[in-house]
Structures are given as structure tokens and as C-alpha cells.
């Protein structure tokens, strides 16, 4: 082999560096000898190079969305069961993970619903199918974001914190009634819903309905102005269901153990000694008392 096809080659890469093409850096000799074998034109060449490059930016993209999101591990549309919320229409939520129809016009989807009922799991899966579709999403529990934003306050930098939050064409904020009656905390957090109103979306879970949220905004002036807001472009699923957790751990209590006629008598003859044991210590107990 002739220097000259080096040289070529290492000027090429040096070239694809500077133009930020690491992908056709890579993969552009393979296809190059393919090209050659097979007789591709041109332009079907730069074709496939070009797609590869573009196909890899969006895998890279979504990778760096994903991380960013800090969406709960494990939670997705495919593990949530619909069945146990007859409520939710499962065609409603495939069309929200779409997000061009709400995203776009900064609307809200509110989760309401007692402990367990799949709120959170709902929300982290809606949130993760929109980054597989290219939004980016920030998953957090209320009052963790309340606090930083209350630092923020207090550095005289909370206007540059609500302008980073901007970059996130939705925030799911998980446990949202959980936040303490404090005035500090609900400013900022009444701050934050005005700050994205009709221009970035949030996706809300809350225990509570509308009517309780006093124990969140002290002043029922603010609770009505944020109410508003929140709901005036918004979706809102009522969850109204059994715990799912609950349900789980009833289910786990009711099949534990072995069943009684699979007892052997060596079993039933320890149970009867632990049991003269504790009769035993009961008694020496009550008369020593």
C-alpha cells in the first residue's frame, strides 16, 4: 500500500475532528470500501454517512436528556398497570407522550390520587417516553426543588434559577401537597407556576384535591391565583384507587407460609415447645411481680 492513502486518511480524520463529525469518522472507511464493492453513487455514499451521523447525535442526545432528568429508575408505560386504574384511558396517556399537542402551548397535566395509587409511576413513565421523543423533562420532588429555589432567593439569584428551569419543556414536580405551609416556600413556589404560565408545561401529583390546598399557599388570594393557572390549560386525571403498595402487601401476607396440612410433626412439636417456653417465662415474670 502506496503512503499516500495514509495520508489522506489521517488529514480526513484530523478534518472530521474540526468539523465535529465523530460518528463518519469512524464508520466513513467501512463504507467507503462497501461503496467501492458495490458501486454506490456518490451521493448514496454521503447519504448513509450523513444519516449514520445524525442517528448517533440523537441516540448521544437523548443519553445526556436522560441523565439530566433524574426520572426514577424502573418506572415505565410497559410496567404500569392500567387495569388497576380503570380511570385512566391508556390511548389518553400514548397521546400525551407524543407532547407536541400540550408542550408546545405550555399546558399541565395533574395527577390527583391517594398514596400508592401509581401517581408517581405515571408521571416518571409519561416523563421518560417524552425524552425517548426528544423533550427534555425534569423529574423532582417538590420540596427538594422549593428548597434550592429558596437558596436561590437568598443569593439574590433566583432569577437566573427560574431561567436554567426554562430549558425544560416539562417539570414534573412528585408530592406536590408536601410542601410545608411556610410563607418563604410557597413565594417561590407560586413564583415558579406564574414564571412558566402558558409557556412551559408542568406535571403535577398531589395527594390532595383543589379544595385542600390551603395547607400548601397560607393565603387563599395566592391558592386561587395558582389554582388557575395550573388549571386553566391543563389535564387532569383523578387516580382514585386502592394503594397499589397496599394491595401488594396484602397480597404477599395472604400467600405467606406453608399451609397447614404440609405441617409435619416435628414442626408442630417445636411450635408446642416455644410455646410452653414463653408459658413458662410468662409465669415466673408474674410471680416475681
Known amino acids: ?16 475532528n474540526e468539523l465535529r463529525l465523530p460518528t463518519i469518522k469512524h464508520i466513513w472507511g467501512d463504507f467507503a470500501a462497501q461503496a467501492d464493492k458495490e458501486g454506490w453513487p456518490a451521493s448514496r455514499f454521503l447519504a448513509a454517512l450523513a444519516e449514520h451521523e445524525l442517528a448517533e ?3 448521544r442526545r437523548i443519553e445526556r436528556h436522560l441523565a439530566e432528568a433524574h426520572l426514577p429508575a424502573g418506572k415505565t408505560l410497559d410496567c404500569f398497570a392500567f387495569d388497576a386504574v380503570p380511570m385512566i384511558s ?3 396517556v400514548m ?4 407532547g407536541d399537542g400540550w408542550l408546545e402551548q405550555g399546558a399541565n397535566l395533574i ?34 426543588l422549593v428548597q434550592r429555589l429558596q437558596v436561590a432567593r437568598r443569593e439574590l439569584a433566583l432569577e437566573s434559577a427560574m431561567t436554567r428551569l426554562d430549558k425544560y419543556h416539562l417539570l414534573i414536580l412528585d408530592d406536590f401537597a408536601y410542601v410545608s405551609r411556610d410563607q418563604a416556600e410557597t413565594s417561590v413556589l407560586f413564583e415558579l407556576i406564574s414564571a412558566r404560565y402558558e409557556r412551559r408545561s408542568l406535571l403535577i401529583t398531589a395527594n390532595q384535591p383543589f379544595g385542600e390546598w390551603n395547607r400548601v399557599f397560607p393565603d387563599p388570594a395566592m391558592t386561587l391565583a395558582a389554582v388557575d393557572r395550573l388549571v386553566h390549560h391543563a389535564t387532569i386525571f383523578e387516580m382514585n384507587v386502592e394503594s397499589y403498595r397496599r394491595r401488594t402487601a396484602q397480597a404477599r401476607r395472604a400467600g ?26 410468662a409465669s415466673d415474670n408474674q410471680n416475681r411481680h
Not at 499516500?4 to 480524520?13: G, V
Not at 397521546?95 to 407524543?98: G, I, K, Q
Not at 405467606?256 to 417465662?281: C, F, H, M, S
Open 1 to 16: 500500500m502506496s503512503a499516500t492513502p495514509m495520508i489522506d486518511a489521517q488529514r480526513l480524520s484530523l478534518m472530521l
Open 90 to 92: 391508556k390511548a389518553q
Open 95 to 98: 397521546a400525551l407522550c407524543a
Open 111 to 144: 395527577l390527583f390520587g391517594p398514596p400508592g395509587g401509581g401517581k408517581t409511576h405515571l408521571a416518571a413513565a409519561i416523563g421518560l417516553a417524552l425524552v425517548e421523543r426528544g423533550w427534555r423533562v425534569l423529574f423532582t420532588r417538590t420540596s427538594d
Open 256 to 281: 405467606a407460609g406453608r399451609p397447614a396440612a404440609y405441617t409435619t410433626p416435628k414442626v408442630l412439636e417445636t411450635i408446642r415447645d416455644n410455646q410452653d417456653e414463653n408459658d413458662d417465662l
Open 57 to 59: 447525535r440523537d441516540r
